[in-house]
């Protein structure tokens, strides 16, 4: 399905529940948010392999080193999130985005 949505387009309730629009609108959402992640992780993976400037004052490395933990923390749980977001992207594929697991009861918007 080829759905071409209006630049100003957002999904109602006074429309029919996950129509085409409303699909290729979430669709589009969780590319663009999968895209938005994966970008900031490669840029922290860019950052990780420069390395750093290695810090003469012990505190400045620890400071250092607890950033770097931070921030691959933070990664890892993009990462996580991204594979929920490509679930999210095959569910609106296949018609099922938007509806309960359990009981395929529309989720409201």
Do not use: H
């Amino acid at each position: 399905m080829n759905v071409t949505l209006p630049p100003d387009y957002s999904p109602s309730a006074d429309e029919e529940f996950m129509n085409g629009r409303m699909q290729e609108y979430f669709r589009q959402k969780l590319v663009g948010w999968r895209v938005e992640l994966v970008l900031e992780s490669n840029n922290t993976l860019q950052q990780l392999q420069e390395g750093g400037v290695i810090e003469a004052d012990i505190a400045d490395r620890a400071t250092t080193e607890i950033e770097r933990s931070l921030e691959l923390r933070t990664r890892d749980r993009a990462r996580k999130l991204i594979a929920k977001i490509d679930d999210a992207i095959s569910r609106v594929n296949d018609g099922s985005y938007g509806y309960c697991e359990e009981t395929q009861e529309p989720i409201s918007l």
